[in-house]
């Protein structure tokens, strides 16, 4: 259970990377508006992941308090 616990830390930090990585090669070619266009996606697939993670936590809270 630890290790999917890292794992999902590890993917949400390596999306940051690469997101910060694209969008910093992309400012310094000068093509700003594709940079932003970069971390919004970028910011878009974390949250998409986040939130999947906090359903799945409710769930399993619901699951203890109702599993009488």
């Given at each position: 259970?630890?290790g999917t616990e890292i794992n999902e830390?590890?993917?949400?930090?390596?999306?940051?990377?690469?997101?910060?990585?694209?969008?910093?090669?992309?400012?310094?070619?000068?093509?700003?508006e594709f940079a932003s266009w970069a971390?919004?996606?970028?910011?878009?697939?974390?949250?998409?992941?986040?939130?999947?993670?906090?359903?799945?936590?409710?769930?399993?809270?619901?699951?203890?308090?109702?599993?009488?």
């Open positions: 259970m630890m830390i590890f993917f949400i930090a390596g999306v940051g990377i690469l997101t910060a990585v694209i969008h910093t090669v992309l400012k310094q070619s000068g093509k700003e971390t919004l996606t970028g910011f878009i697939v974390i949250m998409f992941t986040v939130v999947s993670y906090i359903g799945d936590l409710f769930n399993k809270v619901r699951d203890v308090f109702l599993s009488n």
